[in-house]
């Protein structure tokens, strides 16, 4: 057969070969209708459009065969589908341990912190005006306080009132607390007077006084300040403008001190930062844009705070986005300002800045980019330049990092006065009754 001829038959023969193919998968097309045929295309085994394996392209009759690739093509899925799902099941299983732990350290810390608040308030006992005592949170806290001996508490309300909420919810230990009726109580007037007399360049009669100090917020104010009790908690029924302003027209703020401000304690699962994972910050409550004097005042108070609540050696940096002059700006300017007055205030203060938040906590950050700060890379105190970096950083740092965030513990004023949040529970309203305790145990030391 010469060349041309055994072309020609190859020729043919594929012909015919293309042919039986193309009527095999035209029979196949017809009989997988009736669910009667398997179909392997572009290397996929479906059965009713579902995924098993991987051959050659080929079209098979219900037989043998297919039962066999059937059973082994199943097998291969169910191990698939097994293995997956129980690799995600330890996946999961070791990221729920490791948050498990992570949230167990933050708890063990804060309920550390809390033991030492009720220890030290408990070694020396301050009188804290609680203004809404008929309100029942408060009424719930007041009887855990009062049985475990954190404070000598003084109750604004009906008393009335009280008594019944006490029967009501079963507290046993109400009648430690000195009641005091807002309406008619024997220092009422005295009371009056000393407020007509500390508004009298505002022009407030005795009559308005009169009226004023049926107010439990006002009263608890004056107490406070006629010396017959340390500290105020309110908040749970009221805004933080009803709480501050009787304080401000009343206590008034602290010598050298001209505005009054907002620290949140962070407790943080990141325990190589700040103080074993406990940092304080501010302002994060009260003054939106403070000048150099006024940020210089928070950086002040934040440390005493720190020191007063948290129990801390307080290493303070002045937050900003520039390090040592690593930008210029009349924002970073005030910064250094206010860092300068800050020392003239506290001379033996251990504060730093201008940092970069990394550059206040990490170590090897800190030494690379202000060598040799006794505070970058160790602080524990953190000043943010204004309220909406403060407010925005601790919710971003509670939130995203899991952090328990503690406040806020309003700073400034010459004897304690903490607003609570109206979706306060019993416990918020304990911790910072101890808190205020230990504010006001500070305060007269000071």
């Known amino acids: 057969m010469c060349a041309l001829c055994a072309r020609e038959e190859i020729f ?4 015919r070969r293309k042919k039986k193919r193309d009527e095999i998968a035209e029979n196949g097309r017809e009989r997988r209708k009736n669910s009667g045929v398997w179909v392997e295309r572009s290397g996929v085994l479906w059965i009713s459009g579902e995924v098993l394996g991987w051959r050659r392209e080929r079209t098979y009759q219900k037989g043998r ?3 066999r690739s059937l059973k082994k093509w199943m097998g291969n899925v169910v191990r698939a589908v097994f293995f997956r799902t129980f690799a995600a099941y330890l996946r999961r299983c070791t990221f729920s341990k490791k948050a498990h732990r992570r949230q167990s350290n933050t708890n063990a810390h804060k309920m550390a912190l809390i033991e030492q608040l009720v220890a030290r308030a408990r070694a020396d006992k301050q009188r804290i005006v609680l203004p809404e005592g008929t309100e029942e949170r408060t009424i719930q806290a007041a009887d855990r306080i009062l049985a475990d001996g954190v404070a000598d508490l003084i109750l ?6 009280i008594a019944q909420l006490a029967k009501e919810h079963g507290l ?4 430690k607390a ?4 807002p309406l008619d109580h024997p220092k009422k007037e005295e009371y009056a007077q000393l407020l007509a007399e500390l508004r009298a360049k505002k022009g407030m009669t005795i009559e308005q006084a009169r009226v004023l100090v049926e107010n439990p917020l006002y009263l608890g104010c004056l107490m406070i300040k006629a010396g017959d009790a340390d500290g105020q908690l309110a908040g749970a029924l009221h805004t933080t403008g009803d709480v501050l302003r009787p304080a401000l027209q009343i206590i008034k703020t602290a010598p050298g001190i001209t505005c009054v401000s907002g620290a949140m304690l962070l407790l943080t699962q990141a325990t190589e930062y700040g103080e074993n994972g406990v940092v304080v910050m501010g302002d994060v409550a009260v003054t939106p844009v403070p000048d150099a004097n006024q940020l210089a005042q928070i950086a002040v108070c934040s440390a005493e705070t ?3 609540v948290a129990g801390i050696e307080p290493r303070v940096a002045m937050l900003s986005f520039s390090t040592k002059g690593s930008a210029k700006h009349e924002d970073v300017d005030k910064v250094v300002e206010a860092l300068n007055i800050a020392r003239g205030l506290r001379p033996e203060l251990k504060i730093d800045g201008e940092l970069q938040a990394d550059a206040a906590l990490v170590p090897s950050v800190g030494e690379f980019k202000a060598p040799g700060s006794t505070v970058a890379g160790h602080a524990n105190v953190l000043v943010a330049p204004r309220l909406e970096v403060g407010n925005i950083a601790y919710k971003l740092v509670e939130r995203l990092g899991r952090a328990e965030a503690i406040g806020p513990i309003l700073q400034g004023i010459a004897r304690p006065v903490n607003d609570l949040s109206r979706g306060c529970c019993k416990q918020d309203i304990y911790i910072m009754v101890a808190i205020t305790a230990n504010q006001a145990i500070a305060a007269k030391a000071r």
């Open 172 to 175: 046993e230990n109400l009648d």
């Open 65 to 67: 065969y297919v039962k």
């Open 156 to 161: 604004i309300g009906n008393p009335a009132a």
């Open 178 to 181: 000195t009641v005091v009726d």
């Open 306 to 308: 720190a020191k007063a």
């Open 12 to 15: 043919a023969f594929t012909l």
